[in-house]
Every structure is written in C-alpha cells, then in structure tokens.
C-alpha cells in the first residue's frame, strides 16, 4: 500500500528490504508500473549454512519472483543486504564474494553508508565511519557494484568518481 502510493506520487524506484518476500502484492505493484526494483537480501532468521550460496540462492528467487510478476529484467537491482541478517563478520565475508552476486548478471547496489562493520574495524561510534564508508564504496566499486547507497553524499560522490574513473575506463 505504501509502494503503490508512493508511485502514484511519482517515485521512479522501489527498495524492498525483503526481496518481495514478505508483501505478496509488491511485485505485482511494481510491474505494473514498471519502475526500476531492488532487490535486498535479508532474512528474519539470520543463519546460514553458507552465507554466499545461500545469499546467492535468496536473490535468485527474488528474482524469480520478480520475473513471475511481469517485472523486466532490465529493472531488476540486487542489494546484497549489508547489515541486514549478518552479523559484522559474515558483511565482511558478503564484501570478500561482492564479485559472485556481480556474475549474476544484475546491477548490484550496494549500501554499507556507516554500518556496524565499519564500526567494529575501525573502533568508531556512528558518526565517526566516513573514510570506512569511502573504503567499502571504492572496494565495491572495484568488484564490479554499480550503485551506493549513502548518508555523506557530497563526500561519497568525490569517492566514487574517482574510483570509477580509475576503475571504468574506455
């Protein structure tokens, strides 16, 4: 209800933080308007016995799911759910194998803006987790993310042209 207002309002994109997983009426929403949806990982039970295979394996039916709904390929966005369901270690494992969710073919967002596992690494409160952020974005972009997702836009901005130029060259 909440997806379909705001696109009778004029929102391009959905986020749905569970895959259209637990909305039976999302997917059907967003084909019908066919805008552009992404698809996160998370789970409401977080254990695994394989976090990238099963990752792996939940957004690829996401992905059927979309699909079945009438949702085009080319408006299908996967998010591999950083801080959703995993604890700081098992995000850091997520970011080692950010390049598997790449080959499924699919743009990847990715959005690590200030999260816990920055936190744990570098020891810093919330607030304190840009050059953490700079250092995920750039990685990411390295392995192949297409979108991010962050708080400190002006900043993050500067990051990710300047690896994408050194990254995406003609």
């Avoid at 009438?70 to 604890?87: M, T």
Wanted: charged share 25%; net charge negative; aromatic share 4%.
């Amino acid at each position: 209800a909440v997806a379909e207002k705001a696109l009778e309002m004029g929102v391009h994109m959905i986020n749905d933080i569970w895959g259209l997983k637990a909305d039976s009426r999302m997917a059907s929403v967003a084909a019908g308007y066919q805008v552009p949806v992404c698809l996160m990982h998370n789970r409401k039970v977080a254990e695994y016995q394989d976090i990238i295979t099963d990752i792996i394996d939940d957004l690829k039916e996401s992905v059927q799911i979309a699909l079945r709904a009438g949702i085009k390929e080319e408006n299908i966005v996967l998010d591999p759910g950083i801080g959703f369901a995993k604890n700081p270690d098992e995000n850091l494992e997520v970011m080692y194998h950010l390049e598997e969710l790449v080959a499924l073919g699919y743009p990847v967002l990715l959005g690590t803006s200030r999260k816990s596992m920055i936190g744990k690494v570098l020891d810093l409160p919330v607030d304190d987790r840009m050059e953490g952020t700079a250092a995920t974005l750039a990685y990411g972009i390295t392995r192949g993310v297409d979108i991010v997702r962050v708080h400190d836009i002006k900043y993050m901005r500067r990051v990710v042209k300047m690896t994408d130029a050194m990254v995406r060259r003609p």
